[in-house]
């Protein structure tokens, strides 16, 4: 690996980590605009009169998608253009275009948008079906369609993953495995002492009330874990989205003569993936995508589509691709 290449995965790396606070915080104002499409009576009479689709077209509907991308859009914008003067200060070439970008930096925003509204239809299809199995459990278990409400605002954030190892959390606690509760990784360890003590007795349960708290923190510490990996993928693409975008306006604007060529850069540190390691110093002419294996599908950056990858890539003159 050339030091060019150290220094893309590490400028990728300090990025991404600047960023993804702000993304947390973004995804949490998206998921809040979600769960306030509809107030809670709104979504009773949507159970109780149309079951799970009424609820799903009632929280996901265009109006939510417009207010929760236009959310979305604001904070990968700033993420982008920050990403993008950045960029425009480390590469002398573009060292021109920082007062154009400060100014304003329409080609960022674009592909913010792009993002955003990308961003937000994969979280709308990881949520409904989660939407729709909370309505049909709590309808075949006969709840009142306001308690079937609550829960439908409660789940809002989870995928369907998330509601099974909940469940199984859940299980275990129940059923007195609390050897396998404590083997949970995200579970609250202020309750570390009465589950150590119920498995070393063999013996005893939790009350009921034991069971929903530690059953409420497991889900509290889930969601933060959840907004922290959607911010984390989405600031490492949002980095390389700036690069790309700073680049390509440098192009546009003139401030770059000769052609240029991109060469993907994989972090091979023994997690990568299969298809990125075989990626690793794939080199194309600037404009054309890469090919990435791991998703068989051609791309304009390493990552794109692809959750929380760690690849960057570099930038040079088509004459010094082969040096």
């Known amino acids: 690996m ?25 995804f949490r104002r998206v998921l809040a605009t979600i769960r306030d499409a509809a107030t809670l009576n709104a979504l009773a009479a949507a159970v109780e009169q149309g079951g ?50 400060e100014r304003g930096f329409p080609e960022a925003e674009a592909a913010a948008q792009t993002m955003a509204l990308d961003r937000y239809r994969t979280l709308a299809a990881e949520l409904r079906p989660v939407l729709r199995g909370v309505v049909a459990d709590g309808i075949a278990a006969g709840q009142n369609p306001r308690v079937v409400a609550q829960a439908v605002r409660h789940v809002v954030g989870f995928t369907d993953y998330d509601r099974q190892i909940v469940r199984s959390f859940r299980e275990a606690l129940e059923s007195g495995d609390f050897a396998g509760a404590l083997r949970r990784t995200l579970r609250d360890k202020r309750s570390d002492a009465v589950l150590r003590r119920l498995a070393k007795a063999n013996d005893g349960a939790l009350q009921p009330a034991q069971v929903e708290r530690m059953v409420a923190a497991y889900e509290r510490t889930l969601l933060n874990w959840r907004a922290e990996t959607w911010a984390r993928t989405a600031a490492l693409d949002a980095t390389r989205t700036g690069q790309l975008t700073a680049w390509q306006a440098a192009i546009d604007r003139g401030a770059i003569e000769g052609p240029l060529v ?62």
């Open 2 to 26: 050339t030091a060019a290449e150290r220094e893309a995965l590490a400028r990728l790396d300090r990025l991404a980590a600047g960023l993804a606070p702000a993304l947390a915080a973004t």
């Open 262 to 323: 991109k060469r993907w850069v994989t972090r091979l540190d023994g997690r990568e993936r299969e298809g990125h390691r075989a990626a690793n110093g794939q080199t194309v002419p600037w404009g054309q995508p890469f090919y990435d294996p791991s998703i068989s599908a051609y791309v304009q950056i390493p990552g794109q589509g692809t959750f929380n990858c760690r690849c960057a890539f570099t930038v040079r003159p088509a004459a010094l691709a082969d040096l």
């Open 52 to 101: 799970a689709d009424a609820v799903v077209n009632l929280l996901l509907s265009l109006d939510t998608e417009t207010a929760a991308t236009a959310v979305l859009a604001r904070g990968l914008t700033l993420a982008v253009v920050a990403t993008a003067l950045t960029t425009a200060r480390v590469s002398r070439p573009l060292s021109g275009l920082v007062v154009a970008f």
